[in-house]
């Protein structure tokens, strides 16, 4: 059974920095990536990241953010700089194993002062 189980999430300042990490049961998928969902909004793509390595970051992330994955681990990580008061939200793992989508169930992000 598929399992993604995100952490790392809390109450950050703004300008401030936070690593979320996405632990796997497996890391064969066909792309991975983070979404986030703040509240009474849509849940929305951040990054993505295909078995080759090409990623796909949204604009407002652009220079911020960074994904990248350990294989021998099977974590997928996000680190999340400089933030800002609306990267606040829910933070979702998703991998697409063999055409089905699977989701982790969030962790938390807070940037306030």
């Known amino acids: 059974q598929v399992q993604l189980v995100e952490s790392g999430g809390g109450l950050v300042q703004p300008g401030g920095s936070l690593r979320l990490s996405c632990a796997a049961s497996?890391?064969?998928?066909?792309?991975m990536g983070w979404y986030r969902q703040a509240p009474g909004k849509q849940r929305d793509l951040v990054v993505t990241?295909?078995?080759?390595?090409?990623?796909n970051y949204a604009d407002s992330v652009k220079g911020r953010f960074s994904i990248s994955r350990d294989n021998a681990k099977n974590t997928l990580y996000l680190q999340m700089n400089n933030l800002k008061p609306e990267d606040t939200a829910v933070y979702y793992c998703?991998?697409?194993?063999?055409?089905?989508?699977?989701w982790g169930k969030g962790t938390l992000v807070t940037v306030s002062s």
């Open positions: 990241i295909t078995k080759g390595g090409s990623t």
């Open positions: 497996i890391f064969s998928f066909n792309a």
């Open positions: 998703h991998a697409i194993f063999y055409g089905v989508d699977y």
